[in-house]
């Protein structure tokens, strides 16, 4: 293990990076940044022993740099020794005044740097060890407390929390302890629509709960906004207990709105294990349960590992796949019953690494989502559906449309429109032959924002889908605003009109509803002839799932619809031809 100190080295001038490295890299493990911002960048990522500042880079000058790093708590303390100074009695001063601990000036000679450097790594050991020995003193203890606390609730912060949960759990190696992570439900909604102030009184009340339960046998810290951490004796809470004891503190404050507290609980194995990889795990259990009415707390356990490690290994590897083409469109007809021809198709995204085989996309599409990547697969799954199109016109003489799907993730993205509009128009199309999915969930989400960008999409020529609508819990609510062409009912329907009356009724007003509107209708997950007769007689007709097709490579699509077009063709061929 290299136990060496760490030196943050800014300097946009390489040779002088390149001298400095020379003379420190057998002293200090040695970090570089080549502009102001990288500097204060690396040292907001803490573990910085001393740094060296040149007084003047181009970005950002040396001295505003400075005064960024001493007005940040994780760089405050840090020694800073300025490279480059003027040479005069003023800029001397100006250092000092703000903060700098000494100064070096080219030519750089070894001995005398390394001297200087030592010296002011003393000097700052000093100036702790003084710092402590008058922390007796009450304002210094104000001070500290002040650096440690959460404002809000004055319990721990992030940072005092960690450092201080690994010190306890580290002295204390005999006892066992759990990192517990909670978290409010909707905690949001109170701030929007309650006042903040009932959001505050909401947030400290229950760190007063959480700061009693623990104790002196532990510790409790609020992570930011909503979210808390203790770090607890395993035996010293029984977590029903606990969850109910925090429900009836927080019922006494008569919000009127039902907030509840769901937990994760990581029982530590590992003591020097950092604190905020424990807190992550713990935070892995409680995403099983968030929200979830009957089950308010959880344990992490190796599953949930091996499933943090397969979400490192698909983040870790999703550019190099998108740069190498693992990622391929599949596409999956969609046929109209009378004519049982295809009438359009759904490009679906499949992942073809080279060592693992496919991966779901219900795992990648997801983290996707949350990391933004999405709007990069989005695009390039957009692009090759054009140029397939494009294609399929140049070899058959027609287009057959392909529907695409967009993440709630690319309506942020301004140049949206102007990226398909752009996409149409380089590939020939009409925009009609790119269909555009969006999820249920994603006007329920944000439905003003989303309403009015599928309005454009429509004035442009786009047609709308609604996808897997059924699935969420608003969509009868919406159909009277809802600016789409054509409704997907979700496929949960289709596997409920086989086992009850009630999904039949509930399907057939749908399908009429959404006629009446002028609106159009495709069911997916279709899988059986039953399904098929019953969808048949409450007037659905374009079908979409493995009763006709499971989705397909672009070539095995390619051949079915080449066999698709010319079986039409014969048919109006046989339909035009005169009687013999």
Same mark, same amino acid.
């Given at each position: 293990?290299?136990?060496?100190?760490?030196?943050?080295?800014?300097?946009?001038?390489?040779? @002088? *990076?390149?001298? %400095?490295? &020379? $003379?420190?890299?057998?002293?200090?493990?040695? #970090?570089? /940044?080549? =502009?102001?911002?990288?500097?204060?960048?690396?040292?907001?990522?803490?573990?910085?022993?001393?740094?060296?500042?040149?007084?003047?880079?181009?970005?950002?000058?040396?001295?505003?740099?400075?005064?960024?790093?001493?007005?940040?708590?994780?760089?405050?303390?840090?020694?800073?020794?300025?490279?480059?100074?003027?040479?005069?009695?003023?800029?001397?001063?100006?250092?000092?005044?703000?903060?700098?601990?000494?100064?070096?000036?080219?030519?750089?000679?070894?001995?005398?740097?390394?001297?200087?450097?030592?010296?002011?790594?003393?000097?700052?050991?000093?100036?702790?060890?003084?710092?402590?020995?008058?922390?007796?003193?009450?304002?210094?203890?104000?001070?500290?407390?002040?650096? @440690? *606390?959460?404002? %809000?609730? &004055? $319990?721990?912060?992030?940072?005092?929390?960690? #450092?201080? /949960?690994? =010190?306890?759990?580290?002295?204390?190696?005999?006892?066992?302890?759990?990192?517990?992570?909670?978290?409010?439900?909707?905690?949001?909604?109170?701030?929007?629509?309650?006042?903040?102030?009932?959001?505050?009184?909401?947030?400290?009340?229950?760190?007063?709960?959480?700061?009693?339960?623990?104790?002196?046998?532990?510790?409790?810290?609020?992570?930011?906004?909503?979210?808390?951490?203790?770090?607890?004796?395993?035996?010293?809470?029984?977590?029903?207990?606990?969850?109910?004891?925090?429900?009836?503190?927080?019922?006494?404050?008569?919000?009127?709105?039902?907030?509840?507290?769901?937990?994760?609980?990581?029982?530590?194995?590992?003591?020097?294990?950092?604190?905020?990889?424990?807190?992550? *795990?713990?935070?892995?259990?409680?995403?099983?349960?968030?929200?979830?009415?009957?089950?308010?707390?959880?344990?992490?356990?190796?599953?949930?590992?091996?499933?943090?490690?397969?979400?490192?290994?698909?983040?870790?590897?999703?550019?190099?796949?998108?740069?190498?083409?693992?990622?391929?469109?599949?596409?999956?007809?969609?046929?109209?019953?009378?004519?049982?021809?295809?009438?359009?198709?759904?490009?679906?995204?499949?992942?073809?690494?080279?060592?693992?085989?496919?991966?779901?996309?219900?795992?990648?599409?997801?983290?996707?989502?949350?990391?933004?990547?999405?709007?990069?697969?989005?695009?390039?799954?957009?692009?090759?559906?054009?140029?397939?199109?494009?294609?399929?016109?140049?070899?058959?003489?027609?287009?057959?449309?392909?529907?695409?799907?967009?993440?709630?993730?690319?309506?942020?993205?301004?140049?949206?429109?102007?990226?398909?509009?752009?996409?149409?128009?380089?590939?020939?199309?009409?925009?009609?032959?790119?269909?555009?999915?969006?999820?249920?969930?994603?006007?329920?989400?944000?439905?003003?924002?989303?309403?009015?960008?599928?309005?454009?999409?429509?004035?442009?020529?786009?047609?709308?889908?609604?996808?897997?609508?059924?699935?969420?819990?608003?969509?009868?609510?919406?159909?009277?605003?809802?600016?789409?062409?054509?409704?997907?009912?979700?496929?949960?329907?289709?596997?409920?009109?086989?086992?009850?009356?009630?999904?039949?009724?509930?399907?057939?007003?749908?399908?009429?509803?959404?006629?009446?509107?002028?609106?159009?209708?495709?069911?997916?997950?279709?899988?059986?002839?039953?399904?098929?007769?019953?969808?048949?007689?409450?007037?659905?007709?374009?079908?979409?799932?493995?009763?006709?097709?499971?989705?397909?490579?672009?070539?095995?699509?390619?051949?079915?619809?080449?066999?698709?077009?010319?079986?039409?063709?014969?048919?109006?061929?046989?339909?035009?031809?005169?009687?013999?």
């Amino acid at each position: 293990m290299d136990d060496r100190p760490v030196m943050l080295l800014a300097s946009d001038v390489a040779s @002088e *990076r390149e001298a %400095l490295v &020379g $003379i420190f890299q057998d002293s200090f493990i040695m #970090r570089e /940044a080549s =502009s102001g911002q990288e500097a204060i960048s690396v040292a907001q990522e803490g573990n910085i022993a001393i740094i060296l500042l040149r007084y003047d880079l181009e970005d950002v000058p040396g001295f505003a740099v400075l005064e960024a790093l001493k007005a940040d708590p994780m760089s405050q303390d840090v020694p800073v020794v300025l490279l480059n100074l003027p040479n005069n009695t003023e800029a001397e001063a100006e250092a000092v005044k703000r903060g700098a601990a000494d100064v070096l000036r080219p030519p750089y000679a070894s001995a005398l740097a390394r001297v200087r450097v030592r010296n002011v790594r003393a000097n700052t050991e000093n100036e702790w060890r003084k710092l402590e020995q008058r922390a007796k003193d009450q304002q210094i203890v104000e001070m500290n407390r002040y650096i @440690e *606390r959460d404002p %809000l609730t &004055g $319990i721990l912060n992030r940072t005092t929390f960690y #450092r201080r /949960a690994a =010190s306890l759990m580290q002295t204390n190696s005999t006892v066992e302890y759990v990192i517990i992570y909670l978290n409010i439900s909707f905690f949001k909604v109170i701030n929007d629509q309650y006042r903040v102030e009932m959001g505050d009184l909401v947030l400290k009340t229950s760190a007063t709960y959480f700061k009693s339960v623990v104790g002196g046998d532990g510790y409790a810290a609020r992570i930011d906004a909503d979210r808390f951490a203790l770090c607890v004796p395993k035996d010293a809470i029984e977590m029903d207990s606990f969850i109910a004891g925090i429900d009836g503190i927080l019922e006494g404050l008569s919000v009127p709105h039902n907030i509840r507290f769901y937990a994760g609980i990581y029982p530590v194995e590992n003591a020097f294990l950092p604190v905020d990889q424990m807190c992550d *795990r713990a935070q892995m259990a409680l995403n099983r349960v968030k929200s979830n009415y009957l089950q308010r707390y959880a344990y992490y356990d190796k599953s949930m590992r091996d499933t943090m490690y397969e979400e490192q290994m698909i983040t870790r590897n999703m550019e190099y796949a998108l740069s190498h083409r693992q990622f391929q469109v599949y596409l999956q007809p969609i046929y109209n019953l009378h004519t049982n021809h295809i009438v359009s198709a759904e490009a679906l995204v499949r992942w073809i690494h080279p060592e693992k085989g496919l991966i779901s996309p219900g795992k990648f599409i997801p983290i996707f989502e949350q990391n933004g990547f999405i709007t990069h697969l989005d695009r390039f799954i957009w692009e090759e559906v054009c140029r397939l199109l494009h294609d399929f016109r140049r070899q058959y003489g027609t287009v057959i449309p392909v529907s695409v799907n967009l993440s709630r993730v690319d309506f942020y993205q301004a140049d949206l429109m102007d990226f398909l509009l752009g996409l149409v128009h380089r590939y020939g199309l009409q925009p009609r032959d790119l269909k555009l999915e969006v999820t249920e969930s994603a006007y329920t989400e944000n439905p003003r924002q989303i309403m009015e960008i599928v309005r454009q999409f429509r004035h442009h020529g786009f047609l709308v889908l609604m996808d897997d609508f059924g699935s969420g819990y608003s969509s009868l609510n919406m159909l009277k605003e809802l600016p789409v062409d054509i409704l997907k009912i979700d496929m949960a329907f289709v596997r409920n009109i086989e086992k009850g009356k009630r999904a039949r009724i509930i399907l057939a007003s749908i399908v009429q509803m959404a006629k009446r509107l002028g609106m159009d209708i495709v069911v997916e997950g279709v899988e059986t002839k039953e399904q098929i007769d019953y969808l048949d007689s409450v007037g659905c007709e374009d079908i979409q799932g493995y009763y006709f097709s499971k989705p397909l490579p672009q070539e095995e699509y390619a051949e079915k619809l080449a066999d698709d077009i010319a079986s039409q063709k014969k048919e109006q061929e046989e339909t035009c031809r005169p009687p013999q």
